[in-house]
């Protein structure tokens, strides 16, 4: 049973997704704040959180945010009104995707079952990846269990932090992985000191796997936000 968690303090909203949610067979967890739904969050890890924008305390933004720091979970955003997605959109907090209010409980249970099942086909538990995972994207294939890349079919010596982030690129490819992501996932969330070290690995990186370092095609720079991985 997929375990739901909704973030939501509409006490409304919070019945009917729950009678709702629960009659499509789904477990549902309710936060009423953003400080609830951390707690929650990291006491037992949700396979999909449903995350309203407008909530008391913490945005829906920052909880999203802090969210991606420590997890690839699938996050649907809830916003007001239908106008307000391009904002939230732009804000590239990381979520998979958003509905309006009002929305169709149907339209919400597709998207919810869509998003589980692209969760479970990259083959790993919402949120983790198994020691001996192996990811294979586009050319690309990274093998956990021996430490091995290869691009196109052909072996490529990789170092541990560059295998690292190429790991978190492969796990959702063609979206931005955020440089806090890579700061939090590669090098530990107690990491302080200078972000140019992600810059310096992906330039190594990419020596590595582009068909032009100087033009990179496979792994692109989002200005100002984190690189993705193109396939
Ligand atoms: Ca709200």
């Known amino acids: 049973m997929s375990h739901i968690l909704v973030v939501e303090d509409e006490l409304s909203f919070v019945e009917a997704l729950r009678v709702g949610l629960k009659r499509e067979g789904f477990f549902v967890e309710v936060a009423l704040d953003g400080t609830e739904a951390l707690q929650r969050f990291k006491r037992r890890q949700p396979d999909l959180v449903l995350l309203d924008v407008m909530l008391p305390s913490i945005s829906g933004i920052d909880v999203c945010r802090e969210i991606r720091a420590m997890s690839t979970v699938p996050i649907i955003m809830v916003t007001a009104k239908s106008e307000e997605i391009d904002t939230v959109v732009g804000l590239e907090v990381g979520a998979d995707d958003y509905v309006a209010k009002p929305y169709r409980l149907r339209e919400l249970v597709a998207r919810i079952r869509a998003l589980l099942?692209?969760?479970?086909?990259?083959?790993?538990?919402?949120?983790?990846?198994?020691?001996?995972?192996?990811?294979?994207?586009?050319?690309?294939?990274?093998?956990?269990?021996?430490?091995?890349?290869?691009?196109?079919?052909?072996?490529?010596?990789?170092?541990?932090?560059?295998?690292?982030?190429?790991?978190?690129?492969?796990?959702?490819?063609?979206?931005?992985?955020?440089?806090?992501?890579?700061?939090?996932?590669?090098?530990?969330?107690?990491?302080?000191?200078?972000?140019?070290?992600?810059?310096?690995?992906?330039?190594?990186?990419?020596?590595k796997i582009e068909p032009d370092p100087l033009r990179p095609e496979r792994i692109v720079t989002v200005r100002g936000v984190g690189y993705k991985l193109t396939r």
Request: proline letters at 4%.
């Open 117 to 207: 099942r692209r969760a479970e086909m990259t083959n790993q538990p919402a949120g983790t990846t198994p020691e001996d995972a192996v990811l294979q994207v586009g050319g690309f294939r990274l093998d956990r269990g021996r430490h091995e890349v290869s691009v196109d079919g052909k072996a490529v010596e990789v170092p541990l932090k560059e295998f690292e982030i190429l790991a978190l690129l492969m796990q959702t490819p063609d979206k931005v992985v955020t440089r806090q992501r890579f700061m939090s996932r590669v090098w530990g969330s107690d990491y302080v000191g200078d972000t140019k070290t992600l810059d310096v690995h992906i330039k190594r990186l990419r020596r």
